[in-house]
């Protein structure tokens, strides 16, 4: 910049020196006056680029510093990338989140802000966001399908796991709003409407990139069926049971009018049921009509293929005692386990429900079950070569607290297997960074106990011999 403006000042300065510099003469037809005239026009122009210039460099840091700021929005990009297969580093582990990046084309819409339409849905979702506190939002479905959409709709209603990630979707969509909002304000000088707005318009962008493999008059494999998009997001039994927690009297007296019109069987409802914690009633009646009796055959949509296993409904019953206690008390074949052999145990544990988890033990779930290699998991690249895993390594690899892992030692657990790459119990145990350092050597010292009296034991069989 420095050398421009030099050039810019020489060559300014030429038409004042008493120069012609066509002809090498002298010039005497420029008088004083005039010359201090034009010399304070362009000394304003000057002035102008230079403040021009300093103010381009201060929104470049002041951008360059918010881009840097924008965990949420990091979180929420690498989330749904993660989900779609485009992280080049899957979601493995929490960590993973922090190296995020934003994209060239999310990052020119932070600097230079597009001129966008207010459509419908943008529209809607202003008003949601104007209006709902988030802690509303999250414990709405209505509210939460509204802002993300048919796809996510349907793609957190077919496994436990997704319902998890969708759950930290949608709070890292809240975040990341807040975030951005103040980025047009504060950079761009936005005023409110207009900054959220092209704020709801960038997560958008950012969705729509990520949740358009299903067209709506596509078919899908869904819930071990086979159906079109449409007809799935409109069918009645599907639209009752994943909006808001429904009337359970309302809706027995009205659920075989449902069905006869819905493609869903009622193991499928049952599935979707227990994601959207549905009354107990409802859950009830749904395995009354013989909900765990049918199976992938028996679904009115149902296809041969068979590429995974089959998921049954204790998977989605985990989070909450209640419906575990339900299931475990009708369902046949309780402990089968998914297509890489990872068991219900192993997800209560993953989700840290102690309560769910010791039912499970007590029902006699295999406490050393080991998970066994599959094909490249979409979320996790690191899926095919990791595996072996005991659900006392998930417990000291997911967990904040040492109760469950004490659990599952006082029922006998294994410490000293090896995973595929080689770790066992313990260094999982040393890398989890959420235990606390006095949890960890209350559950190491409690190991090394168990050892002694372990060698004890040994030592004193072999004196008998």
């Not at 429900?353 to 406490?367: A, W």
Request: one cysteine or more; proline letters at 3%; hydrophobic letters at 35%.
């Amino acid at each position: 910049m420095g050398g421009a403006l030099a050039i810019f000042l020489f060559l300014t300065a030429l038409q004042y020196l008493e120069i012609d510099w066509d002809t090498g003469k002298e010039r005497t037809f420029i008088n004083t006056e005039k010359r201090k005239k034009i010399s304070k026009n362009e000394s304003f122009k000057i002035a102008e680029i230079i403040n021009k210039t300093k103010k381009n460099t201060i929104n470049k840091k002041e951008i360059n510093k918010q881009t840097a700021a924008f965990k949420e929005l990091k979180k929420y990009i690498y989330l749904l990338n993660a989900i779609s297969g485009k992280a080049e580093t899957n979601y493995c582990s929490k960590e993973s989140l922090s190296r995020a990046e934003i994209g060239p084309e999310i990052e020119s819409l932070l600097s230079r802000p597009e001129k966008i339409k207010i459509n419908r849905k943008n529209k809607k979702i202003l008003e949601i966001l104007s209006k709902e506190e988030p802690k509303n939002i999250l414990s709405s479905n209505a509210i939460k399908h509204q802002i993300m959409g048919d796809y996510m709709r349907l793609w957190s209603n077919e496994y436990q796991w997704n319902r998890v990630r969708y759950e930290e979707i949608i709070k890292a969509y809240l975040n990341s709003f807040i975030e951005i909002k103040s980025h047009f304000s504060s950079v761009h000088k936005m005023p409110g409407q207009e900054a959220s707005l092209q704020s709801i318009n960038l997560l958008n962008r950012v969705l729509s990139s990520n949740t358009n493999s299903y067209p709506r008059n596509s078919g899908i494999h869904y819930l071990g069926m086979f159906a079109p998009v449409k007809k799935l997001t409109k069918d009645p039994i599907y639209l009752s049971l994943t909006s808001q927690k429904i009337d359970p009297k309302v809706w027995v007296k009205q659920a075989d009018s449902l069905f006869d019109r819905s493609i869903f069987s009622k193991r499928e409802a049952l599935k979707i049921s227990l994601l959207n914690n549905q009354p107990v009633e409802v859950i009830n009646w749904l395995i009354r009509k013989g909900a765990l009796e049918e199976n992938k055959a028996t679904s009115k949509q149902s296809t041969e293929n068979t590429t995974r296993k089959e998921e049954t409904p204790i998977f989605y019953a985990i989070h909450s005692s209640a419906f575990t206690k339900l299931i475990l008390e009708n369902q046949k074949n309780v402990r089968d386990s998914n297509h890489f052999n990872k068991s219900a145990l192993h997800y209560a544990i993953q989700f840290e429900n102690q309560e769910t988890t010791k039912l499970l033990i007590d029902h006699g779930f295999d406490i050393n079950q080991k998970t066994t290699k599959i094909a490249k998991w979409p979320e996790c690249t690191k899926s095919s070569k990791l595996y072996s895993l005991t659900p006392i390594m998930y417990a000291a690899n997911h967990n904040k607290t040492d109760k469950i892992i004490t659990l599952l030692l006082n029922a006998g657990a294994q410490i000293k297997h090896k995973d595929s790459t080689d770790r066992k119990f313990s260094d999982y145990l040393k890398e989890n960074k959420n235990i606390s350092l006095d949890a960890k050597k209350k559950v190491l010292n409690r190991v090394n106990r168990k050892m002694e009296i372990q060698l004890g034991k040994m030592i004193n069989m072999e004196k008998q011999r």
